[in-house]
């Protein structure tokens, strides 16, 4: 069964850092894509990053880049969401998201990802 979980959300003021974790089981990691996604209250998902491990493609949305950093540690079959300077537009619940095949050109297509996670909280606070 493919299960991921998120973790290392919480509360933090503007400027401040956090790193979310992406655990994965039931799949053999290095094949597959897993994203990073959030929902606001009121707001659509969107697509934040998203690597590939065939090919250590990554991706950022535009209002990320420059803050965030997504990595794979493939022998904890974890990825990381280093998310630094966090504004709270940030606010927003994050997901992980998974695919058997690279993420690129589909980085941000929620539906194109097979598998989620439960979500973690992150606030950021003015």
């Known amino acids: 069964e493919v299960q991921l979980v998120e973790s290392g959300g919480g509360l933090v003021r503007a400027g401040g850092s956090l790193r979310l974790s992406c655990a994965a089981s039931?799949?053999?990691?290095?094949?597959?894509?897993i994203g990073w996604f959030r929902q606001a209250p009121g707001k659509e998902r969107e697509g934040v990053s998203c690597i590939s491990s065939s090919d250590g493609y990554t991706f950022y949305r535009d209002s990320v880049k420059g803050r965030f950093t997504i990595s794979s540690d493939n022998a904890k079959n974890t990825v990381y969401l280093q998310m630094n300077n966090l504004d709270p537009e940030d606010t927003a619940v994050y997901f992980c998201?998974?695919?058997?095949?690279?993420?690129?050109?589909?980085?941000?297509?929620?539906?194109?990802?097979?598998?989620w996670g439960q979500g973690t909280q992150v606030t950021v606070s003015s």
């Open positions: 998201a998974a695919n058997q095949s690279p993420c690129s050109g589909v980085a941000t297509l929620a539906l194109w990802y097979e598998h």
């Open positions: 039931g799949f053999t990691f290095d094949d597959y894509a």
